[in-house]
């Protein structure tokens, strides 16, 4: 393979990578949370309820899947603009500079170590004691993944500060931020927390710091964890593959590289062509989630008072309606022979 050929092939990977990763993990995501409505949250609804919180789950994933693939590259299949990298010499000791931690970042990795070990203690200080902030529910299976989650956070920090490099350290941290994700959506099901005794481990005059925090409010964190480990998952997996040390890129940089692709005059044509898809892409996205929120609204509130039959007919009309209203909106951009309307051949720029 030529040097092209390896630079145009390089620059794919690089958003493949991350699309590859997200999806596995979006699509391993939704299978750990349609079990666990399956075991723990369906009881309280019937089949069609049940059915719809299946199907609505699936369509988010989907959509939330192929809007990261739709970010990483264009229709055309060549990786958009922010993916491709113009020096790799520039960005590998950009990366490089921060590949090895000085003696301050190694101590401040032991005091973020030292600060997890001070919560946990906290929490088993409310455990021990008995205040009554863990349930009933804190069981076996609910200490593995509460201190399972706190104690694992331990192991990249001090990782980093025994190696002294953090690339080394990335796959660990990944696997870490797979199992605090799924461990804080297993809590958001189980939920074996009653946050109006969470301040009571500590002393009266300063107990009111942590009275804010509510049930609900706990659940909103769980949420937003169970989001945030995903994500430093993929983007750790992402920079550990991706890395490239100093010295190797110093070896295989060129002169005067420019960025593998299209040239400029065929992207102003692609960017030009693709404003309009771009909002009819939009468009049916925020048309399908409009009609995903109804549905589960309907099911879940109005659909008591119907039948079977009836309900079905509803999602069946409101899905059709949603259709026929994304299907109005892309006749709108495009003629029925695919091209674009209101955009003369004289606007778009010749290859």
Known sequence: MTAPSENRSEGKFYPAIGAIVGSILGIVAWLVFILLYALYWSKGFNLFQSAVVTIVSMLITSLVIGAMW????????????????????????????NEVLSAGQRFGEVVSGAIVLLILAFYIYNQLTNTGFFTSKFGGWEMFAFYGSIFLSLVPPIARAVIGRRNPVR?????????FAFASLYLLGVFPFNFAHFGDALP???????????ND??????????????ISAVVNVVRCLTFVPIEEAEETATGGETIPGMSIENEKRSEMDFEPRMGSIIGSILGIVAWLVFILLYALYWSSGFDLFQNVIVTMVSLVVTGLLIGAMWLIWYHPTGELRRKSKEEIPAY
């Open 171 to 179: 796959p660990l941290e990944a696997a870490c931020n797979i199992f």
């Open 217 to 230: 409010i706990a659940k909103v964190v769980l949420v937003l964890a169970f989001l945030g480990g995903l």
């Open 204 to 214: 009266g005059a300063i107990r009111f710091a942590l009275s804010w925090v509510t």
């Open 70 to 97: 739709m970010l990483s590259f264009r229709p055309t299949g060549e990786p958009r603009r922010w993916w491709v990298r113009e020096d790799q010499t520039k960005i590998s000791k950009r990366r490089g500079n």
